[in-house]
Every structure is written in structure tokens, then in C-alpha cells.
């Protein structure tokens, strides 16, 4: 009953507020204008709210509906209504021009709010994402868009309209209210544990608080931040022959060449490290590398036994490409993943932020070990694992107290070439084929009356490096690149990964899921991919969507006697592709004052149809052959590559 999902509308000459509570539904409306005035309903509502210790629940409320919220209770008393529902508009229009982080007013009303989209971090551009794109992804009947110029004074006609709206709004925000339950419930747990309020904190700020938390309570409330800046170790350079551990060595010429490039390089620009290095840099390694025109490798990388190993600051890559393996009765295709491996790596080799002393090291023990005593799943499990990765992560954020860009680098490089250890006594079996390396495991293939000797040196690597690595069978595997591909191991469980993945995040594109369903069915049970499209009678899966940026226009283009026209679309569009429909286009803006506006055709040589509207969907006007396409586009790496017994290339 503490919770209210909120949403409001601001115009020059309207201003409107819903709320329903979250667990009753019970729904109300507010409206600021002409016709109608409950601005004392609505203040009297906040009053209420702030005194009860309810929590309004939006979407990007805390930097805009919030503040919103009060600056029209500190001003109601200081205009008119006409004049404050225009002040009103020209507050909240600063708000979104100037891309405003609002700092709560301790002069207004207080009153608690929960912002969806903090605590999923999608108030970051890299993972940014509107409430119109979930409303596309959480699968909604109807996709609502504003029908108004912001900033134009609305008719009176037409304020039902945006009372419509807002209310669509408020119930997109309930329903993602609901897909997130089990994270507020996560943080309403930690705020009561912790006595500090929460509810607004991403996964990431969590883990970081925590780990604060231990620190200062074990080494001093000063240990992290000093008059509210963070304490950190800035450093000049950095000396990769002291940050590369002493026990990392290679029986090959090959790796023995890569050691040595890198335990000379003295440099604070990783830039100069890891990508266009000069032939004369490279040393022995340019043998072994693919150089350009310029006699340069684009990239640090090793070729080594038929497989190229692709280094960076983040981890390790390389993978074939385009190839399936089918586990027979003569070899396995075996994947090794170290768990969790930069936490394990911090913690055998005791590596800490300088500022921050070795005891860093003992509390980081702590975390990871009661990570380990709560089982996977659990909120307490999930919480200290997100300690473990935030303090990691900010090693390497300049506005972290954990920041010391050398014991990200110990971590990451390290980690790299611990793993190339691992891969060059595995490579030693003459069975052994390498399919893949990423940045926690590899994965391969070999014959299995070999298998002792993998099993062998898989204990000694553990057992001299002190991490742990887990291993999972495939029966099959069809891999396009180290980022996509699709494993069926043997328990039964399948996994996807990239363009083979439908089961996504909020953030990410959901468009056209049947595509690798489809490709999931064919590859993993044999159906085909023409009968399962066809057969398949989920629409969603069926729709794609796209968003307008600024600047752009999405448009349907109609030709008649030809001559083009364009009808304008919303800015957030989902739609199907159809045998009737018209072309979607998008028009972006001149290069230059004299040349004309760009018109560039999406899903070009097909027609759609606008399903804003679930009811407008059409299985008889559906274009079938599209969705066939893609699938084939998602098998087609595969086809003439299959590994077998008697396939030596």
C-alpha cells in the first residue's frame, strides 16, 4: 500500500498528474487548467503522501517529475493558476534542455520517491533507454506517444487526449513496477538492514557501498574519502615488468616473445601497448603476428598453432569463426571457465589500491567468502558478488576511492596470461584443437583418450595458480565468433550467446525474436526453420521496433504517379513486416545549408505495417520470408564447415 506509481504532463496552458496505487490500482487524476482546477485536491494528495511516508514511483521521476512536483507546491501560493501552470512548464522545459541532475529543495515538500530507471542503471548513455522502449519489450497492447508539439498551447479538446497518455504512462511504469519487485524488494531489505535509504541505488552502487561500508568500519572512516574526495593512487606510469606476476612463464618461442614485449613496455597510454604497435616494437613477436601496409599489428595479437590470441586492456579473445563441432565417439568439445576469476586473482596474489594498504585485500577475503556461504540466487549472494565486481571495476574510475589503475592492470593482464599458460599446455596434447579463448576460459577439442592428460594439467594449473576452474561438456556447438554463438551441452541446457540469444535485457533491442527462435529450433531439435516461422504464433515475436533520435524523422514513404510523399511517425514505432504496407524511411537533416534533407530506407526492399496496436497485427498480410531470411542469415556461417574426425583444415 506504500507505493504509487506517478507520471505527469507539463504544457504552457496544462498541467496533469496521475497516480494509482501500486497495489490496489485505485487511480487518480489531477488537473491544472481552464476548465478544471484541483490544485488543492493535489496539494493536500502531496501533503498526505510526505506525512505518511508513502513513495511515488516513476520513470526518471528523481530528475524530473520530482522536482517538478515541488517547485509547483513551493509556488502554489505565489501566482496565479494560469501563470503558475505556465511557470510550471518553463521550470520543468529548463529541466529537460539543460539535461538538469536536480538536487532536492529542503524548502519545498519531501516526499520519498523510488526511480525505476536508477535502479537499473539506465540513466547512463551506454545503457540508456526509454519508457516507450519498454513499453515495446515488456510486450504492452498499445504503444503511446505524445501527440503534441511540446511547448504549444493545447485546445481544450484536445486535454483528454493528454490525460490519456498520462494515464498510458502510469500504467507502462506499473508494469515495469512489477517486473523489478524482486530488486526493490532487494533494496527495501538492505535500507531496513543498513538503516540508509536505498531504494534508488543500481546494483553497482550497492556492491561499491558495501565494500565502503567494511572498509571504514574496519580501517577508519577517512580511509575512502577525505573531506568528501575520494582518496586514490594516481600514477605516472606504469612498469609492466613489476605488474606481470614472477610466476609467469612459457615453454614456447611464441609466448616467450609475447612475455618479453610486454615486461619491457613503461608507459601510463595503454593505446601505445595494445593496438598499431611498429614492427621494430614488436621484436621477435612481429613473427607471429599479422602485420598491415605499414608494417604495423592494428591490434596486440599472437598466432600460435593455427589460432590467434587477441590481448587487451579488458581480457583475452580469439576464436574461430563460422564452424559447428559435433561431440562423436572419438573426441569432446570441453569449456573451462575460472570462477570467479578477477575477484580469485585479487585475492591468491593479494593485489589492493595502494592508498588503501593490504588490508583491502584481508576484508575483500571476507566479502567473497560469505559470498560463497549463500546460495547462488539469493539476495545476499547477489549483493556481495556485486561488492566484489564494483570494487574491481572502480580500480579503473577516476572518481572512485578505489581507483589505482595499476591494480586494474595487475588483474586484467595477469589474468590474460594465466589463461595462455593454461592454453599452451593444453595445446601441447597433439588431439587438442583450440575453438575459443575469452576473458575467463577457453574452450576446445580433444580426442578422449586424452582426457587424462587435460585432466592432469587442469589440476596442476590449479593447484599452481590457486583458481578454480569449471568445466561444461558440449555435444554441440555452432560458433559464428567469440561473441555469438550457441552451445547445447550435454545436461540438456543450451547456451546462447549474441545474435543467438533472445532472452534479453530491458535495455537491449527486442525486435523479431522468432528469428533466433526459429534458428534455436533448427539447430538444437531439427525443425525446420520455414516450418517453425510459419507455425509460430506468438505476434511479439513477429514485431520489430525504432526509436527516433534527435533531429530524425520516422516516415512512411507513399508514391503515387512518381511522386513521393512522407507521412511522419511517432518517435518510438513498432511495427510488423507485411506484402501491403508502405516503405519505412528515416529523413535526417542537410550535411550543409545548400543540399537537401537524407532520406535512408530501413529494412530495405520490404514493406511494413505500423502495429502500435497489437489488434493491427496480421498473420495473412505477415511477409513470411523475411523472418526465413534472417534465420538462414544466423545459420549461413555454418553451412560446408562442419568439424569432424576427418576434418584436419
Avoid at 606481470?244 to 612459457?250: Q, R
Avoid at 612475455?259 to 601510463?268: A, E, F, S
Wanted: hydrophobic residues 35%.
Amino acid at each position: 500500500m506504500k507505493y504509487y506509481i506517478y507520471d505527469l504532463e507539463t504544457f504552457p496552458n496544462i498541467f496533469t498528474c496521475v497516480m494509482q496505487n501500486a497495489q490496489t490500482k485505485e487511480l487518480r487524476v489531477f488537473e491544472l487548467s481552464i476548465r478544471q482546477n484541483d490544485l488543492a485536491k493535489l496539494l493536500k494528495t502531496l501533503q498526505w503522501l510526505s506525512k505518511t511516508d508513502k513513495i511515488l514511483v516513476g520513470y526518471n521521476n528523481l530528475n524530473f517529475d520530482y522536482a517538478v512536483l515541488q517547485y509547483l507546491y513551493k509556488n502554489a501560493n505565489n501566482y496565479d493558476l494560469n501563470e503558475l501552470i505556465y511557470k510550471t512548464f518553463l521550470f520543468a522545459d529548463e529541466l529537460i534542455k539543460n539535461n538538469t541532475i536536480y538536487k532536492e529543495d529542503k524548502n519545498s515538500i519531501l516526499l520519498k520517491q523510488l526511480d525505476l530507471m536508477k535502479i537499473h542503471n539506465f540513466d547512463y548513455k551506454a545503457t540508456r533507454v526509454s519508457l516507450k522502449v519498454l513499453e515495446v519489450n515488456m510486450c504492452m497492447d498499445s504503444i503511446e506517444d505524445l501527440n503534441f508539439t511540446i511547448g504549444e498551447n493545447l485546445k481544450t479538446d484536445e486535454f483528454d487526449n493528454l490525460i490519456k497518455y498520462n494515464k498510458h504512462d502510469v500504467e507502462a511504469t506499473l508494469l515495469f513496477f512489477n517486473h523489478s519487485l524482486e530488486s526493490i524488494e532487494f533494496r527495501e531489505s538492505l535500507s531496513s538492514k543498513y538503516n540508509e535509504y536505498m531504494l534508488n541505488y543500481s546494483d553497482t552502487k550497492i556492491g561499491k557501498r558495501y565494500f565502503i561500508r567494511n572498509l571504514e568500519e574496519k580501517l577508519g572512516k577517512d580511509i575512502c574519502y577525505i573531506n568528501g574526495k575520494p582518496r586514490q593512487t594516481v600514477r605516472n606510469f606504469l612498469n609492466f615488468g613489476e605488474i606481470i606476476f614472477d610466476y609467469v612463464k612459457f615453454e614456447s618461442f611464441e609466448f616467450q616473445a609475447l612475455l618479453k614485449y610486454l615486461k619491457k613496455q613503461y608507459t601510463n597510454d595503454m593505446s601505445k601497448v595494445f593496438s598499431s604497435i611498429k614492427k621494430e616494437d614488436l621484436e621477435e613477436l612481429s613473427s607471429f603476428c599479422n602485420l598491415n601496409a605499414k608494417n604495423e599489428a592494428s591490434s596486440l595479437h599472437l598466432n600460435y598453432k593455427g589460432f590467434s590470441f587477441y590481448f587487451g586492456t579488458g581480457g583475452l579473445h580469439g576464436s574461430v569463426e563460422g564452424k559447428f563441432y559435433d561431440q562423436s565417439d572419438e573426441y569432446l568439445i570441453i569449456d573451462v571457465d575460472v570462477a570467479s576469476y578477477y575477484p580469485s586473482i585479487v585475492i591468491q596474489n593479494r593485489l589492493y589500491p595502494e592508498h588503501l594498504g593490504a588490508e583491502f585485500v584481508d576484508i575483500y577475503k571476507e566479502i567473497r567468502d560469505m559470498r560463497f556461504s549463500y546460495k547462488k540466487g539469493t539476495s545476499q549472494n547477489k549483493m556481495l558478488k556485486l561488492a566484489l565486481n564494483s570494487a574491481y571495476g572502480d580500480t579503473n574510475n577516476q572518481f572512485s576511492p578505489f581507483y589505482d589503475y595499476k591494480m586494474t592492470l595487475s588483474i586484467t593482464l595477469n589474468g590474460q596470461l594465466m589463461l595462455c599458460m593454461l592454453a599452451e599446455k593444453l595445446m601441447s596434447i597433439d588431439s587438442v584443437s583450440l575453438i575459443q579463448a575469452n576473458t575467463d576460459g577457453l574452450t576446445f577439442k580433444i580426442d578422449k583418450k586424452d582426457k587424462t592428460l587435460y585432466e592432469n594439467i587442469s589440476k596442476n594449473w590449479q593447484e599452481f595458480t590457486g583458481l578454480e576452474l569449471e568445466e561444461a561438456i558440449y555435444k554441440k556447438l555452432w560458433i559464428r565468433d567469440v561473441n555469438n554463438y550457441i552451445a547445447l551441452k550435454e545436461n540438456g541446457e543450451a547456451k546462447k550467446i549474441g545474435a543467438y540469444k533472445y532472452e534479453l535485457a530491458w535495455n537491449q533491442n527486442h525486435s523479431c525474436l522468432v528469428v533466433q527462435k526459429a534458428v534455436e529450433a533448427h539447430l538444437l531439435k531439427g525443425i525446420s526453420i520455414e516450418e517453425f516461422i510459419h507455425n509460430h504464433r506468438n505476434k511479439y515475436d513477429f514485431l520489430l521496433n525504432t526509436k527516433a533520435t534527435k533531429n530524425i524523422d520516422l516516415v512512411l514513404e507513399k508514391v503515387y504517379s512518381l511522386e513521393k510523399t512522407y507521412v511522419k511517425l511517432p518517435n518510438t514505432i513498432r511495427y510488423f513486416i507485411s506484402k501491403n504496407g508502405l516503405s519505412l524511411k528515416k529523413i535526417l537533416p542537410p550535411l550543409n545549408n545548400t543540399s537537401e534533407q537524407r532520406v535512408i530506407g530501413i529494412n530495405v526492399g520490404y514493406k511494413v505495417e505500423l502495429c502500435n496496436k497489437i489488434e493491427d497485427f496480421s498473420y495473412e498480410y505477415l511477409d513470411f520470408d523475411f523472418y526465413i531470411k534472417e534465420a538462414y542469415k544466423l545459420i549461413e556461417p555454418f553451412k560446408q564447415k562442419q568439424e569432424s574426425l576427418f576434418d584436419f583444415s
